[in-house]
Nanobody, 114 residues
Framework: QVQLVESGGGLVQAGGSLRLSCVASGSIFRFHVMGWYRQAPGKQRELVADITSRGITNYADSVKGRFTISGDNAKNTVYLQMNSLKPEDTGVYYC????????WGKGTLVTVSS
């Protein structure tokens, strides 16, 4: 069983920055993928970015150039640096790990005001 705990959400003005963190604990397979998803009100959950344990990253087109995902395998932690935030980035951000089963965190709310 794997547990994920997210932190770092909050309220920020458009153009501002936030850094999200997600710590995974439990039995984690050496090769895994950790990622961030978000769900805006009334919308489906969507991929924001993910990173493999080998450092390969993938981003949604809407966040390329503004968000950066990084990981620390020794700490089983993944980060999401979010810059130039827009109101449309508002939503609950969830951390997910695939190893190969999927585990989800409870989410952290990000609100970007215009």
């Amino acid at each position: 069983q794997v547990q994920l705990v997210e932190s770092g959400g909050g309220l920020v003005q458009a153009g501002g920055s936030l850094r999200l963190s997600c710590v995974a604990s439990g039995s984690i397979f050496r090769f895994h993928v950790m990622g961030w998803y978000r769900q805006a009100p009334g919308k489906q959950r969507e991929l924001v970015a993910d990173i493999t344990s080998r450092g390969i990253t993938n981003y949604a087109d809407s966040v390329k150039g503004r968000f950066t995902i990084s990981g620390d395998n020794a700490k089983n932690t993944v980060y999401l640096q979010m810059n130039s935030l827009k109101p449309e980035d508002t939503g609950v951000y969830y951390c997910r790990i695939t190893d190969p089963l999927n585990y989800w965190g409870k989410g952290t709310l990000v609100t970007v005001s215009s």
